[in-house]
Structure formats: C-alpha cells, structure tokens
C-alpha cells in the first residue's frame, strides 16, 4: 500500500498557473504507475495525466497545457498546469497502481484531493 498526499491546489484566474505535488510513502515508489485524476462537482472522475519510468498520457483537454513528472528520490509527482481554464476547477486526486492506464479502476491507492478552482 502506498499513502499519497496531494498539495497545490487553489484559486487561480483563467490563463494563469498551477503546480499540484502529490507526495507518496511506502516502498518502490519507482515502480508504481502515478496519475492525476480530477472530478467536478456532478461530473464524473475524469483522467487527467499518468507517468510511469518515462512514458506519459494525457487527457484529450489537458493536452499541450498540462505537464506530468515525478522525482523518484523524493516519492514525489507533479502536475503543471498551464493555461488554466475555468473548465479546468474540479478536486483533483492523486493515484498509484501498478501500471499505466487511464482508467481510475487500475489504481488502487488514492489520495484525499486537492482543490483547484479558475476563476473567469
């Protein structure tokens, strides 16, 4: 099992810049499948990113604006969000499962959430 602890999050104009970091312990971190989902209030869980060694996914609406990375010495993934769009607010949650997938259900550890909101 791995705990995960997301940060970042908060209130943001549109067109402006986010940097969620989601922080993870337990052992072989480097071997887990890391991605960010997010969720809008009456909306479903939405993919947003994953990572694992060096190959990345991205969703259809963060592609070009959002950038995933992890530092594998501090347990740690990011999340850069650029050009960011009122469409864009939702919780976003961290994941860890054992491979890369943009499916919520091949994750099988889950962080609290953090808030992101974008204002217009």
């Known amino acids: 099992q791995v705990q995960l602890v997301e940060s970042g999050g908060g209130l943001v104009q549109a067109g402006g810049s986010l940097r969620l970091s989601c922080v993870a312990s337990?052992?072989?971190?480097?071997?887990?499948?890391m991605a960010w989902f997010r969720q809008a209030p009456g909306k479903e869980r939405e993919f947003v990113s994953a990572?694992?060694?060096?190959?990345?996914h991205y969703g259809d609406s963060v592609q070009d604006r959002f950038t995933i990375s992890r530092d594998n010495a501090k347990n740690t993934v990011y999340l850069q969000m650029n050009s960011l769009k009122p469409e864009d607010t939702a919780v976003y949650y961290c994941?860890?499962?054992?491979?890369?997938?943009?499916?919520?259900?091949?994750?099988?550890?889950w962080g609290q959430g953090t808030q992101v909101t974008v204002s217009s």
């Open positions: 337990g052992r072989s971190f480097s071997n887990y499948a």
């Open positions: 990572i694992i060694w060096t190959y990345t």
């Open positions: 994941a860890a499962g054992p491979g890369i997938s943009r499916v919520s259900w091949n994750y099988n550890n």
